[in-house]
């Protein structure tokens, strides 16, 4: 059972950075992509952003330059770093390990509170 687990979440104000870290329990590299999740209070669950094991990144339209993913494969450790937080950007932040297009594994969360 491959087991994840976020860091580096809290409360800042509007226009302030984040870095959070998702530190996995195996190779990142034994799937097909990493990334980062939001879910924000009555919301779905939305794809922020990912990497895949050929270092191809993807983002949401919403945090597209503003955040960044990156990843450190022998701390087998996923970042994401936060730029220019916006209120709207509050909500519990989740890493995904995927194996192929639909199968996840998912860590625990961490909160992100952006203050006005």
């Known amino acids: 059972q491959v087991q994840l687990m976020e860091s580096g979440g809290g409360l800042v104000q509007a226009g302030g950075s984040l870095r959070l870290s998702c530190a996995a329990s195996?190779?990142?590299?034994?799937?097909?992509?990493m990334g980062w999740y939001r879910q924000a209070p009555g919301k779905q669950r939305e794809l922020l952003a990912e990497?895949?094991?050929?270092?191809?990144?993807d983002y949401a339209d919403s945090v597209k330059d503003r955040f960044s993913i990156s990843r450190d494969g022998p701390a087998n450790t996923v970042y994401l770093q936060m730029n220019d937080l916006k209120p709207e950007d509050t909500g519990v932040y989740y890493c995904?390990?995927?194996?192929?297009?639909?199968?996840?594994?998912w860590g625990q969360g961490t909160q992100v509170t952006v203050a006005v």
């Open positions: 995904s390990a995927r194996i192929l297009t639909s199968r996840h594994y």
């Open positions: 195996e190779n990142i590299f034994n799937f097909n992509a």
């Open positions: 990497i895949n094991v050929g270092g191809r990144r």
